[in-house]
């Protein structure tokens, strides 16, 4: 069974930078698609940026430009690197791995989340 683990949020003010990644661990053999989501207090949880197995990047229109999401097939890891902070990217961020290969089939797993506060 695959876990992932996130790292990387705080507290930043605006304008600022911060870089989430996140870490599956267990026997994997492949990832499909990987994929940042995050939540707003009192939102729904909404898609950020997905990258697929060959690099392919997706970004939702608000982040597009400043957020660049990257993945380290090898090691099983995705990172996001948020830059030019807005107040609006205050959140809980969670990482998202579909189409994870294991040696039971495909699964899908969340990472806990890790908040990120952008103060003005």
């Known amino acids: 069974q695959a876990q992932l683990v996130e790292s990387g949020g705080g507290l930043v003010q605006v304008g600022g930078s911060l870089r989430l990644s996140c870490a599956a661990s267990g026997t994997i053999f492949n990832i499909y698609t990987m994929n940042w989501y995050r939540q707003a207090s009192g939102k729904q949880r909404e898609l950020v940026a997905a990258i697929s197995s060959d690099g392919s990047p997706h970004y939702a229109d608000s982040v597009k430009g400043r957020f660049t999401i990257s993945r380290d097939n090898a090691k099983n890891t995705m990172s996001l690197q948020m830059n030019n902070l807005k107040s609006d990217d205050t959140a809980v961020y969670y990482c998202?791995?579909?189409?994870?290969?294991?040696?039971?089939?495909?699964?899908?797993?969340w990472g806990q989340g890790t908040l990120v506060t952008v103060s003005s």
């Open positions: 998202n791995f579909e189409g994870i290969a294991t040696r039971t089939g495909y699964l899908s797993a």
